[in-house]
């Protein structure tokens, strides 16, 4: 009989690695910035910006 084996290489298996963590935080960082819209803190226009501080001695 045939035995089939799976082999991944380390240059294929670090790819994959990093898709999977790169779209996880990307998906961690889309849910967090919706939860956070949802309660009232993302993009507040009604924030005053600070002026820069000029040193004019």
Do not use: C
Not at 13 to 40: D, E, H, M, N, P
């Amino acid at each position: 009989m045939l035995h089939l084996v799976g082999y991944i290489d380390a240059g294929s298996g670090s790819y994959l690695l990093a898709a999977v963590a790169s779209g996880a935080a990307g998906t961690w960082f889309y849910i967090r910035s919706k939860f956070a819209k949802l309660r009232g803190r993302g993009d507040q226009d009604s924030v005053p910006e600070t002026e820069p501080v000029s040193n004019d001695a």
